[in-house]
């Protein structure tokens, strides 16, 4: 009789070892060989769910992108939902400073991977789309672009990851968020305690 | 007798192969093997060079960050030192496009290994230095400190430069240059022809 599995759950458990072996090592130790004897299945077990290497990094990333968006539903009610949505990819915790990691280890392979740097570009059309959304519901002031704006304010936060994530006693946390509201600030939005109700 | 081989020569050579397979196949296409078979070299005369791929990596960066480096003092003429300095790393044409894709391909190795960390920390003290000597040079509003701005100018640079990367057709280099100029004339420079002299 054949055992029966929850595949879901399995698929789960493998994406949760992907992620602990990423973040402590580099996603170059994420290997089929190493998700198996991470979770104790076999590597063909394994192999049934993900194709291969690639297929790891793109759940990797794709967990990256999820657990940012979910900390931004959470976080929108301080400060603003453009803020929520930009803070929540800045390095400024343990959290998501193996985030940025990954994502690093992400980009270094998406340029020569076409399927990853589709996944890249997808996600970051999210990303713009939603910044531009609040922005536009937060009151940016007439004459500016929201998608142009949008995209500006999320270079400023992917540059800020860079020196972060290799010199964080220079780009410390304070820092960070101090340059983000600075931009904020001089689009008319952040720096009011009730921006949002403008 | 021992023949006489002119080492900074071949050093040279074998760093032109790296670069060409580099930023044509990705970092991971950079063997010492692959290096081997495009100088037409043996592996052992190559290893002679260099020590394994940790240390092809990093010369290929060197590459990058001397080529960003030569161009912005060539053309410091054009809107100021600031703005050349931050432009040379723009990836507005095909040459800056391919050191882009290279220095992904580094960052993604360098968040596992301390020293091209430590290589791409040490690029970017002396990026932000430049760019702050620049901006005190050319008249950064009282009440601004120039390496803050430096750091927030260096850190929508290489924001610009993933959007660009990885959707080039929505991050043109018009659109990337726009949004660079816009934040230099918020700090006060760039949009006025005779900035430099003031």
């Known amino acids: 009789m054949p055992r029966i599995v929850d595949h879901e759950e399995r698929r789960a458990e493998v994406a949760a070892a992907v992620w602990r072996i990423v973040s402590r090592d580099g996603l170059e130790a994420a290997t089929v060989r190493r998700v198996a004897a991470e979770t104790g299945m076999s590597t063909s077990v394994v192999s049934h769910y993900f194709a291969g290497k690639d297929d790891l990094l793109r759940l990797a990333f ?3 992108v999820d657990r940012g968006r979910e900390r931004a539903s959470a976080d929108s009610a301080d400060g603003g939902r453009a803020r929520a949505l930009l803070v929540t990819a800045l390095p400024i915790d343990a959290e998501r400073r193996a985030e940025a990691r990954v994502w690093f280890a992400f980009l270094g392979l ?3 991977r076409p ?16 910044v531009a959304a609040a922005l ?7 004459g500016r672009d929201a998608q142009t704006e949008a995209a500006g304010l999320i270079a400023l936060v992917d540059g800020l990851t860079v020196q972060a994530t290799f010199a964080p006693d220079r780009m410390t946390s304070a820092r960070q968020l101090a340059l983000l509201d600075e931009r904020l600030a001089e689009l008319g939005l952040g720096e009011r305690p009730d921006a949002k109700n403008d």
Chains 1, 2 share one sequence.
């Open 115 to 130: 399927d990853l740097a589709r996944d890249q570009r997808r996600a970051y059309t999210a990303w713009r789309r939603a």
């Open 110 to 112: 998406a340029v020569s």
């Open 136 to 142: 536009r519901a937060e009151g940016l002031p007439q």
């Open 62 to 64: 794709r967990i990256v």
